[in-house]
């Protein structure tokens, strides 16, 4: 039986993850919830600005050189009684096989959507993970200061472009210049809203009026008043109710509209999100199911990030707890090596800085540090408890390069320095069908990580590489491992490579050449993820 502060701790715990594309908000959001959280006092802290002061990680010279933050961290805050658990999800140019990872961590997603633009592509692909996984997506359509595409269009976009059914739990009134508020669908009642940026203060002073009340229609004009009424009627009439147990299914997303910048419709947002979504669930593992409140600590390593400190190579497991309370300085257990051990370093990587801590709890992440055993996926258990967690996907890299290294006198040193950063899971390594480790392709989720290859090659292991850009762009497993994708037809612009693991894969210019290769092939199947 759990004991009563455990239980409340877990309970209190919400962890999620803030998808978009970039430049739709997330900073911004991410900041303002901190704002409200009381923990930090400054708009513009967050990450990911060249003059942050408070830059999350500064432990590479390519981030500093280019003012974006490679890694991503973690960012707990209290608010009311939750305590929020906020996984930053990288993006931009540093977007990674990582911002994949930590959506495997998360209980739930927040997609921030630009109003003016409707879904975009990095959002596709980040809402293809949550999907995999069924955790609850809540929609926050951002930028409703600025003009904005029509509301309904904007939902059908997200239903027909991600396939989730929408249910809207408030409606905005005109967008730009005419953006007069908000109506809370629930409440029936509309918080007006100012046009005034707030910069780093808490919030614009919102007033509520009921629906009903006379002063909103000289308010929001009669033109929008009518049109509200309008809309409500529609909505009402047409939209998905509110199915709690959809959400949680990851079926059903609820869509809040607001403005970050202005932390307009913010507040709301998070506190409906807050009593919507769940504290940790159990998760799957070979065993069965694991109850984050009656079984002891568990977790698995999401997440590994070499060399945070210059001085000493170490590196650092990112650890997602699933079940019970860790204590550090109690023995644990790793399972995939079958070796008892303490975690030395315990840290919470908070928004400004790393705490080393003592304890922490299911939904909690902790970075430990890795004395070179843990790979992508491990379980971490107590003594006595043997069971594995579901393994982390490979993600499909989709830009790729030959390595060709200039110093052949290092080769050891070479196969070593790509080989650890593979295991890092920064990149993938594949070798050509016949060549064998003479050839050597990489590929990336997102380009930066062969800067970061390049660069860690060079300071880390002293080995000069030279990358050349290869022209493919989709990479596919074979399902059955067995295939001879030697005797496959239509090949010409394909090739044909193993992963680290012997694993049949293929690599394509377009999507045209899968269907083509899948057409001519009776009974071959490829994957886009491959379980581990
Ligand atoms: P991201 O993390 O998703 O990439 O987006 P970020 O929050 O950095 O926001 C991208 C840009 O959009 C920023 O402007 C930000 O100020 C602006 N923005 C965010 N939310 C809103 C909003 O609700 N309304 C309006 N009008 N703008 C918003 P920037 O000029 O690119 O950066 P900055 O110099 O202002 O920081």
Redesign the pocket.
Known sequence: MADNELKKEIEKRRTFAII??????????TEKFLLYGGAINTA?SVK??ANSKYAVSDWMEIEKERGISVTSSVLQFNYKDYCINILDTP??QDFSEDTYRTLMAADSAVM?IDASKGVEAQTIKLFKVCVMRHIPIFTFI?????EAKDSFELLDDIESVLGIRTCPVNWPIGSGKRFKGIYDREAKTVRTFQAVSTGGSKSAAETDYSIQDPALKELATEELYNQLLEEIELLDGASDPLDLELVQKGELSPVFF?????TFGVETFLNYFLKMTTPPLPRMSNEGEIDPLAAPFSGFVFKIQANMNKAHRDRIAFLRICSGRFEADKEVYHVQSKRRLKLSQPQQIMAQDRQVISQAYAGDVIGVFDPGIFSIGDTITMPGQKFEYEGIPTFAPEHFCRIVQLNSMKRKQFVKGITQIAQEGAIQIFQEYSAGMSEIIVGVVGVLQFDVLKYRLENEYGCEIRLESLPYEYIRWIKDPSTDAAKLRRMNNVKAVRDMKGNPLLLFVNEWMIRMVLEDNEGLELLEFRKN
């Open positions: 978009s594309h970039p430049d739709a908000g997330k900073t911004t959001l513009g990911g600005k993006g931009h921030v951002n930028k409703m200061d600025r607001g403005s970050a910048l202005t």
